[in-house]
């Protein structure tokens, strides 16, 4: 946007020039000087606490104490700024914490001073209340003006009263808490903001604290939360994101009561985040950025210069802080890895999430701390809270001057009379503030469709959806549906706005479908139908507003969804059951690239960590955590899949892959809250990594998984690592009673249905011993099972069952040894007789169990379907891995196929036929159950698929002659 620095570079630019500097050194020299010497750089906090000490012991009172101390600090940090080249987040953090240090010793005296007078305040159990000084705004965001007035709200943690001062025998001076507190605001206020002889510390604001200027000057932590429950305000709610206790310093981290002053962190995250997508917040920042608009354009009617206010003004900090907050509030409930308080740390969270693209976000970054640059400088010429550019044009050029603009010898092609550094700041300037007012109105818009509803005739004021009026512009073959939809008790009840609102997104969605675009196929991938989807999936969705209130802010979500409605059913059961889903659309990359198992679990890992930092990460929000994730990577993957971009194999590869990732983040999260729970089992665990590892097997192990798949698992532990204590008692843990619960907690993080809905189903029968056997076996107990070491030992179809298993989570050093057992296991030689005629007889007995018509064709139990693929490719294994190891190879049925064939186990062509039948009979299963249609062909359908019904009867005969 503009070709210098964004950010600070020294310049021979002098901070003399500003007007606060020259009076600041013409009465304050010699403490110059000697704040000079004694701390020379960026004043801290350290140094800032020192400094007041000196200044105190040159006999100040406190109050000149803190007011000398701020201007010394800000007289240092318009020399850095300006002459030094400190970066921007330098020079804020020294004034935030220029506000701590001296809140903190406000408080202090003043505490002190009221417990001489009242006693100290005590809740029911005796303890001393403490009283929290709350920073709001740039304040509690670190990121402070060099002039800025400090936004607080001041919250004691508890009821009670004070202990009152004995006066001969007697007590007086008992107060309540809350009088008491009413007077240390008072007194606060005064040694901070009160202008004195020596200036002020800084300008205070109250008008955060609960109901404004009308509320009381301190609150309880029972009356805030009261508070948030009944009263709190949309736009309350992006305030609160940045508050944090500033003082007193006990109260924040590293301080003795910091964790008594994690319960207002509590009481306020649930206010400001919402467990769900919260797109009705949208609304009511847009009333707040309309009123704040407004009133800098009232305020600059008639005074030009007021337009050029790089904070209030149109493309300002301001919004550029609304952007911000705007997408953490509607989405820091799901995802807390994108909270924080400072807008410059926001930026690259939401780009990771894809919640803004990154040269937006860095762009963005840009502007804001360009804008910022230029505030400070405003702010250091007089010390005033303003953000307008001054009118002086000797002011302008040291503005340009001091951020680095040099004067050019030629202007821009566009401006080549702009030579000038004035010229080009407010040339730059104006760039910057465009830009962002362009993406701040394409975030905010007014939620309307720049074209109509969407059907015929529809003109004229909106309409709602339950109308004669409406229903008479819909398409004839459309409107009967959306009457029986408008006439049921749940729409009836719902508000006039709602109301309005359904009728915008079914005229938007009838629009959209008979404007659709081809599908992969060539077809049109829309119709009336889609529509009439469309309706029956808002039916159960009508009071959960949130996600009405999505596709009504971003048109290009519904465009999607309905797309996706019309090239298949079943996406639409999904949505159903995860509606959450749909924010996933929003995202410009769905139809890109392939899923990232690496990418995947940091992700997870980065969440989980945000769950700790914010003080939520209880089971719940864990378990539901997990759910959003892979409900959200099945959905990409689904959208991937319908629109045309992956094979079937690519979609069971990425789905396989996807379950791994996920049962990898499940056990190492699940053993760490196992080591949190009482008992032996607990105890095991503490300190101990879990020698534990996940065996896939069927689909799973196949890598052959599909939407909505069983996944057949059998559970391992590794018992060399853990020896047992030959002096254990019955208390002593051990290594089996602890994987036995962490199985059994395995299993019940993965079925557990939650709010977020649920995971995976799971089936265990494949271990040892099958349902009757533990839930969880040792790995040489399993090595022997397998081996037929023993009395008890494996089946001939466990064996068919092992040719397709693998290690797929847990612990790796288990994965070797699985494949060591599984190898010998499999190329063990066999009679080849009774091999088949087990094999043959467990494949009856499975088509006896999946009977179909004669005039039918079940594309997977019937003969010639895919399970005899299955069953032939398992013998050829069985049979003859030991003199082909090739067999051995886990690598799936085509290509094991393929081995069988090249290795003359099958006649030419016989394999590959085999193969290229089965890949295609996978596909018509695919798409069958996209469209949510039946598996057992006829007609046209069993013609189409007679040459691959005979493939795989040939491969039959090849295998089974005879049979």
């Not at 009172?61 to 201007?71: D, I, T």
């Not at 003080?615 to 959003?628: K, P």
Request: with cysteine; hydrophobic share 40%; charged share 25%.
């Amino acid at each position: 946007m503009i070709d210098f620095p964004f950010d600070a570079v020294p310049t021979t630019t002098p901070a003399a020039h500003s007007r606060y500097v020259q009076r600041v050194r013409r009465r304050y020299a010699d403490e110059i000087a000697r704040f000079a010497q004694t701390a020379p750089g960026t004043p801290r906090t350290a140094e800032i606490t020192t400094l007041i000490a000196h200044l105190r012991e040159q006999g100040r009172e406190l109050g000149s104490a803190l007011r000398v101390a701020r201007h010394l600090v800000m007289e240092r940090l318009a020399c850095l700024d300006v002459e030094g080249g400190a970066p921007m987040l330098e020079i804020t953090a020294s004034v935030t914490e220029l506000a701590e240090v001296t809140l903190d010793h406000a408080l202090a005296a003043a505490e002190a001073e009221l417990d001489l007078k009242h006693g100290a305040p005590l809740d029911a159990q005796g303890q001393r209340i403490d009283l929290w000084v709350i920073g709001m705004g740039k304040l509690g965001g670190r990121e402070l003006n060099v002039s800025s007035d400090i936004d607080l709200i001041y919250v004691y943690e508890d009821e009670g009263h004070t202990t009152g001062i004995e006066d001969g025998g007697m007590v007086r001076g008992r107060v309540t808490a809350h009088e008491y507190f009413s007077q240390v605001a008072r007194r606060l206020s005064t040694l901070i903001g009160d202008t004195t002889e020596d200036g002020f510390v800084f300008r205070v604001d109250l008008a955060l604290r609960p109901n404004g200027n009308s509320g009381p000057s301190v609150v309880s932590m029972g009356m805030l939360e009261e508070y948030f429950l009944v009263q709190g305000r949309e736009w309350e709610r992006f305030a609160w994101l940045k508050s944090r206790i500033i003082a007193p310093r006990r109260a924040m981290p590293g301080g003795e009561h910091h964790q008594r002053a994690l319960a207002l962190r509590d009481l306020v995250m649930p206010f400001v985040f919402r467990r769900y997508l919260d797109y009705g917040v949208f609304e009511g920042l847009r009333q707040l950025h309309r009123k704040i608009r407004d009133e800098a354009t009232r305020r600059a009617a008639g005074r030009p210069e007021r337009a050029n206010d790089v904070k209030l003004a149109r493309g300002g900090i301001r919004e550029i802080e609304f952007t911000v907050q705007l997408l953490q509030v509607v989405r820091g409930g799901q995802f807390p890895e994108i909270r924080t308080r400072s807008t410059l740390k926001a930026l690259p969270r939401l780009a990771a999430r894809g919640l803004i693209p990154a040269d937006k976000a860095e762009k963005l970054a840009e502007a804001y701390t360009f804008l910022r640059r230029i505030e400070h400088r405003i702010q250091f010429l007089d010390d005033q809270q303003t953000h307008m550019l001054p009118t002086e044009d000797a002011d302008l050029a040291w503005i340009a001057d001091s951020l680095g603009i040099h004067a050019r010898e030629q202007g821009s092609a566009d401006r080549p009379e702009c030579r000038s550094s004035t010229c080009q700041l407010l040339e730059a300037l104006c760039n910057v503030r465009e830009f962002v007012a362009t993406e701040f109105d394409a975030l905010l818009h007014d939620g309307r469709d720049p074209k109509a509803n969407g059907c015929k005739g529809c003109g004229g004021p909106p309409l709602p959806v339950d109308s004669e009026e409406f229903l008479a512009k819909l398409p004839e073959d459309l409107a009967p549906h959306v009457r029986q939809f408008a006439q049921q008790g749940k729409v009836a009840v719902l508000s006039d706005a709602a109301k309005l609102r359904l009728a915008k997104l079914i005229g938007r969605a009838t629009k959209a479908a008979l404007d659709a675009r081809e599908g992969p196929d060539g077809a049109p991938c829309m119709n009336t139908d889609t529509v009439r989807h469309f309706v029956d999936w808002l039916t159960p969705l009508l009071r959960r507003d949130s996600y009405l209130a999505l596709l009504d802010e971003r048109p290009e979500v519904l465009n999607r969804l309905l797309r996706l409605l019309g090239l298949a059913k079943w996406p639409m059961q999904y949505l159903l059951r995860h509606p959450g889903v749909i924010d996933e659309l929003a995202d410009p990359r769905l139809l890109e690239g392939r899923f990232d198992a690496v990418a995947y679990q940091r992700d997870l890992e980065d969440r989980h960590t945000a769950w700790v930092r914010a003080g939520q990460a209880d089971e719940e929000a864990v378990l539901d955590t997990l759910r959003r994730a892979h409900h959200a990577e099945v959905f990409r993957t689904l959208v991937r899949d319908v629109e045309g971009t992956l094979t079937v194999e690519q979609v069971a590869d990425d789905l396989s892959a996807l379950a791994d990732a996920t049962l990898s983040v499940t056990i190492k999260w699940a053993w760490s809250y196992l080591q949190q729970r009482p008992g032996k089992q607990g105890r095991y665990a503490v300190g101990r990594q879990p020698h534990f590892a996940v065996i896939a097997y069927g689909k799973l192990g196949g890598k052959e998984l599909g939407y909505g798949s069983d996944l057949d698992v059998v559970f391992l532990f590794d018992e060399t690592q853990d020896a047992p204590d030959p002096q254990a008692g019955p208390d002593t843990p051990s290594a089996i009673d602890a994987y036995l619960l962490f199985a059994r907690k395995l299993v019940t993080w993965l079925t557990l249905r939650t709010s977020a809905g649920e995971l995976f189903d799971i089936d265990t029968a494949l271990r040892p011993n099958g349902n009757s056997g533990l839930l969880v076996t040792s790995f040489h107990a399993f090595d022997d099972y397998q081996r037929q070491r023993g009395s008890n030992t494996a089946w001939t179809w466990e064996h068919q069952a092992l040719s397709r298993a693998r290690w797929c989570a847990g612990e790796v050093a288990l994965a070797d040894r699985f494949e060591t057992t599984r190898r010998s296991v499999l190329s063990a030689q066999r009679d080849p007789v009774a091999l088949r005629d087990e094999v043959i007889a467990m494949r009856e007995r499975l088509r006896e169990a999946h009977p179909c018509p004669t005039d039918q064709f079940d594309i997977k139990h019937s003969r010639g379907g895919m399970i005899d693929v299955e069953f032939a490719v398992q013998y050829l294994v069985l049979t003859h891995s030991h003199a082909h190891p090739a067999l051995l190879d886990n690598v799936g049925n085509i290509a094991l196929l393929q081995r069988a064939e090249d290795a003359d186990l099958l006649p030419p062509g016989v394999g590959h036929a085999a193969g290229q039948a089965y890949r295609e009979l996978r596909r018509i299963q695919h798409r069958a159950r996209l469209d949510d249609a039946s598996t057992k062909l006829k007609d046209e359908a069993l013609a189409a698929a007679a040459s691959h019904r005979e493939a795989v009867q040939a491969l039959w005969q090849a295998v089974f002659p005879g049979h």
